[in-house]
């Protein structure tokens, strides 16, 4: 066994610390992974505090990890030792049902290995995250990372990039479309340098002003302050698609009327409560309300290679491990923009 360091929750109400654990030896088809950097996800707060429920204990959180390959299996095909490698949201899925051969395996019907707080294919084997000195996984569900980007911007791309780059490749958002990107935080502010990169015109919709700069800064060709009801009368029937990124409760209505004939709203966030919504404001228009988790690993890999290609990562604030706590009360606070990453040589 791989004796593993880590930060790592002992229960839904305490604090992390340090936690000591085995990984297994690496399979015939298993690389090694020294982590070197790893993204906080919002979802990493919501499963720590077992908001969601059947948060398994003790967990060591982090999907957006980034590192560099120390050992391989004897059938390893794809990686060296050596290689920078990525691991996003799941580490193994069934690989038999119609969405694992279709390569959408984040939507396996049968049984999806979340990265930590999950189960290994047997089913009782509990999965650890990225908040760990290594990681062992299956070469299939590793992601090759370019050495021309700075990798601690590239980490977030494994969730919070995927995440929005996904639904942007599914319905073919480019050149001719006008995006909205709703809430400019983790995962809006890549939206906005995605939807830019594939030729979309990407309008900002926010409830602050003070985020005006910042998203132009980003990229975005317009700002819409969304409190402001003259505003959004200025935008009425005007997206073909608005990406909808915000996790706390609001109307959908009002921005479902943004939306042209035949527009599409994209939910990513997942507001705690139902939503409703008049369905007059999608039948007269035949609006969409559309849903999208994640992505597959090979789009996973063609988005990291385009944002490679197109110099794209993440805005981060690294920190070392020790200021996790401290990092998740200002993620609860809005207080980072718009990525924390974990700086894992100071673990
Ligand atoms: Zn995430
Ligand atoms: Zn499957």
């Known amino acids: 066994m791989i004796a593993a360091k880590s930060y790592a929750a002992q229960s839904?109400?305490?604090?992390?610390g340090p936690h000591s654990?085995?990984?297994?030896e690496p399979g015939e088809h298993d690389v090694v992974i020294d982590i070197l950097y790893c993204g906080v996800c919002h979802s990493d707060i919501h499963q720590v505090r077992d908001e969601w429920g059947g948060s398994i204990f003790p967990m060591v959180p982090g999907h957006e990890i980034v590192g560099r390959i120390s050992r391989i299996g004897s059938q390893v095909k794809d990686?060296?030792?050596?290689?920078?490698?990525?691991?996003?949201?799941?580490v193994d899925s069934c690989r038999v049902c119609n969405s694992c051969k279709e390569g959408l395996e984040q939507y396996c019907e049968t049984h999806l290995s979340q990265t930590y707080n999950g189960y290994e294919q047997d089913r009782k084997t509990p999965t650890y995250?990225?908040?760990?000195?290594?990681?062992?996984v299956d070469e299939k569900y590793t992601?090759?990372?370019?050495?021309?980007?700075?990798?601690?911007?590239?980490?977030?791309?494994?969730?919070?990039?995927?995440?929005?780059?996904?639904?942007?490749?599914e319905w073919k958002v480019g050149k001719g479309h006008r995006l909205g990107v709703?809430?400019?935080?983790?995962?809006?502010?890549?939206?906005?340098?995605?939807?830019?990169?594939?030729?979309?015109?990407?309008?900002?919709?926010?409830s602050s002003a003070s985020k005006e700069k910042d998203a132009k800064r980003l990229g975005a060709h317009k700002f819409a302050l969304t409190k402001d009801p003259e505003v959004l009368k200025g935008y009425s029937g005007y997206f073909d698609f608005i990406i909808d990124t915000v996790s706390a409760q609001h109307d959908f209505d009002i921005y479902l009327n943004l939306l042209k004939r035949d527009g599409t709203l994209i939910l990513v966030g997942a507001?705690?409560?139902?939503?409703?919504?008049?369905?007059?404001?999608?039948?007269?228009?035949?609006?969409?309300?559309?849903?999208?988790?994640?992505g597959g690993i090979?789009?996973?890999?063609?988005?990291?290679?385009?944002?490679?290609?197109h110099n794209i990562v993440s805005d981060v604030e690294v920190i070392p491990m020790k200021e996790i706590n401290n990092a998740y009360e200002r993620v609860l606070n809005g207080d980072v923009r718009y990525r924390f990453v974990i700086d894992m040589a100071t673990l």
């Open 182 to 206: 709703l809430g400019l935080g983790g995962l809006g502010h890549m939206a906005v340098k995605l939807g830019v990169a594939l030729g979309a015109e990407v309008t900002m919709l926010s």
């Open 21 to 24: 654990f085995e990984r297994r």
């Open 12 to 16: 839904a109400t305490t604090p992390l």
């Open 129 to 136: 995250g990225g908040y760990s000195s290594q990681i062992v």
């Open 271 to 294: 507001p705690p409560k139902p939503n409703d919504f008049q369905a007059f404001s999608i039948i007269p228009k035949r609006r969409r309300i559309a849903g999208s988790m994640i």
């Open 143 to 169: 992601l090759h990372v370019s050495p021309n980007l700075p990798l601690e911007g590239v980490a977030p791309l494994l969730c919070a990039g995927i995440t929005t780059w996904s639904p942007l490749r």
């Open 79 to 90: 990686f060296k030792v050596g290689d920078l490698a990525g691991i996003g949201c799941f």
């Open 298 to 309: 090979k789009e996973t890999q063609e988005m990291l290679d385009f944002c490679a290609q």
